[in-house]
């Protein structure tokens, strides 16, 4: 071990780590214990999994440039991984965590150290579970500090602070989308939001409480100090808008990446992105304390119904303050629900920085190009009693070009390495639809999708375009793309259908958005490039949770480049077994 790093310590979970030797070390070591855990929300109190006891769970604290060592056990009876949303993972597929793409699950009783490295990435990022709807509970911030002598490129924040939007469901979310799988129907929605696992006082139950500490996040700040926000939407189903009351956020950072910052009273993150934004408490001019509600409520573009349609509050409390009961309330304006303008406004400022110091590098050509579809469709199957799906003998499914995934049995990517893939998967995904239509118009008469384990195979640092096209088939709506292994510029977005004649000429090649989740437009379209400088299986997939329980996902795969460090690692020796 190298002399800068921290010696073998025996794993001491998240939070135990001295602030001294993290500041100094280029190793950080954690040990997530998953267990189950009684926790109450909204007067109900249900066991439910945990990291480390935690809900939300514990926080990875690193700088770029360092080497992340997770040690994750499984004590609950469901198999896990954890995903290390957003990170790289150079050459280091076998710590990505997608079950059946990168590894096999962790059984009960078993356990797997994730290693990787932080490269070339600095803001914020989270882990979630990658198994099921299990994620619901078990996700956690990961916060990356700029290398030891580099400043943030905006002013200095007095404090930072995690605010991780969360969905709560008064039973297991594993019944539910079990019974929805079985019924063919939409599953049933969430019963709140919530803020750092908080669901605020307007929930009937919460309300009760009188704004007690174990039902409401509070913010408290100081006068005139800047705070950075580090928001994080970690929850199951729903884009969320978030304003907090008289006051205005400076957008710094998105995914991990900075961007030209810009003032907003609304900032909108979908289901697996970060935003990180400013925040300048007001300076004091004597006035009287006040209230300041920070609220977030769904942007939705599915039918009414298919949602929770709630909101999730929390406090800005300026410190010293009076009673809460006796301080005027202040309440921020929100979007109505489905303001697809504001979401194609507020995409339309998100601007990388450009600079010599954190340039865009963009691929000026691609090759290949891929046009794909994603939405909604149908899958035929047997009468069910009680059936919920669109028809008595259809169930509801999701595709990319028609291709509704099937999970395999074992992990891609160990399929790839032994070289033993003609049994587990096909590399003949469709670069383009196979039957053409009018996407964002009438939806044809049949709206049956395809079922198969398809790939699409790269050669080592191949540029690749990819123009994503949501669909109308069972109705338009918004589908955030999150890419495994890679970050990827936005290079364009619109409405109706893509026109590859016209579009290209207005992609912007100079300084586009560097992300890892993107949101696809309700009735429109967005273009993605990125370099295939990345070995290994990668995963693609809608991160609204039931659009990927329907099948809307697929994967890349990026074969070894000729030199020593454009080859996928070996693969671990506590890889776990299917």
Request: aromatic fraction near 10%.
């Amino acid at each position: 071990m190298g002399a800068h790093c921290l010696p073998p310590l025996v794993f001491l979970g998240a939070l135990l780590v001295l602030p001294q030797l993290l500041l100094a070390s280029t190793t950080r070591y954690y040990t997530f214990n998953v267990t189950m855990q009684k926790v109450t929300r909204l007067c109900k109190t249900r066991a439910i999994p945990t990291v480390n006891g935690k809900f939300p769970g514990p926080k990875i604290l690193t700088r770029e440039g360092d080497r992340v060592v997770v040690k994750v056990v499984n004590n609950i009876k469901q198999n896990v991984t954890i995903h290390w949303h957003g990170v790289r993972q150079l050459r280091t597929g076998w710590s990505d965590g997608p079950a059946y793409i990168t590894q096999c699950p962790i059984q009960t009783g078993q356990s797997y150290v994730y290693n990787f490295t932080i490269t070339g990435q600095r803001g914020t990022l989270f882990w979630h579970a990658h198994f099921s709807w299990l994620r619901a509970t078990l996700y956690g911030p990961i916060i990356i500090l700029p290398k030891l002598g580099v400043p943030y490129p905006f002013p200095k924040p007095y404090r930072e602070v995690p605010i991780i939007f969360g969905e709560w469901f008064n039973v297991d979310p594993e019944a539910i989308i079990a019974q929805a799988l079985q019924t063919g129907g939409g599953p049933n929605v969430s019963d709140a939001y919530t803020i750092n696992g908080l669901p605020g006082p307007l929930y009937n139950c919460s309300s009760k409480a009188h704004l007690t500490p174990a039902d409401t996040f509070k913010l408290k700040v100081q006068p005139g100090k800047w705070y950075l926000l580090r928001l994080i939407n970690a929850a199951l189903n729903d884009e969320l808008f978030f304003s907090i009351a008289n006051h205005t956020l400076t957008v710094v950072d998105v995914d991990a990446s900075y961007v030209k910052p810009f003032d907003t009273d609304v900032v909108l993150v979908t289901p697996g992105q970060t935003t990180n934004v400013l925040l300048r408490a007001k300076p004091d001019d004597g006035s009287p304390p006040a209230t300041h509600l920070m609220l977030a409520r769904p942007y939705a573009t599915g039918r009414v119904g298919t949602y929770d349609n709630t909101t999730v509050a929390a406090i800005l409390e300026y410190v010293p303050a009076g009673h809460i009961k006796s301080r005027p309330l202040f309440r921020p304006t929100l979007p109505v629900f489905n303001d697809t303008a504001f979401a194609a406004n507020y995409s339309a400022k998100l601007r990388s920085p450009a600079s010599p110091d954190y340039p865009a590098n963009v691929p000026r050509q691609a090759e290949p190009p891929f046009f794909f579809t994603a939405g909604l469709g149908t899958n035929p199957c047997p009468t069910y009693r009680g059936r919920s799906g669109p028809t008595n003998d259809t169930k509801f499914s999701a595709s990319v070009n028609n291709v509704s995934f099937n999970m395999p049995t074992t992990a891609l990517l160990k399929a790839h390495y032994d070289g033993n893939t003609a049994s587990v998967y096909t590399s003949d995904f469709p670069a383009v639809p196979l039957v053409p239509f009018n996407y964002t118009g009438t939806p044809p008469n049949n709206t049956n999708v395809s079922n198969g384990t398809k790939v699409v195979v790269l050669s080592y640092n191949t540029s690749v375009e990819v123009v994503l096209q949501d669909t109308s088939i069972q109705g338009a709506e918004s589908h955030p793309l999150h890419l495994h292994g890679f970050d990827f510029f936005v290079v364009g977005q619109g409405v109706g259908n893509y026109d590859s004649s016209q579009d290209p000429a207005n992609f912007n090649l100079l300084d586009p958005v560097q992300r890892n989740t993107v949101g696809v437009p309700a009735g429109g379209w967005v273009a993605i490039r990125f370099y295939a400088d990345n070995p290994g299986v990668w995963f693609m997939h809608c991160h609204l949770e039931v659009h990927t329980s329907w099948g809307l996902k697929m994967a890349w795969v990026v074969n070894d480049g000729p030199l020593p460090d454009q080859k996928l690692m070996p693969p671990p020796s506590d890889l776990p077994k299917c």
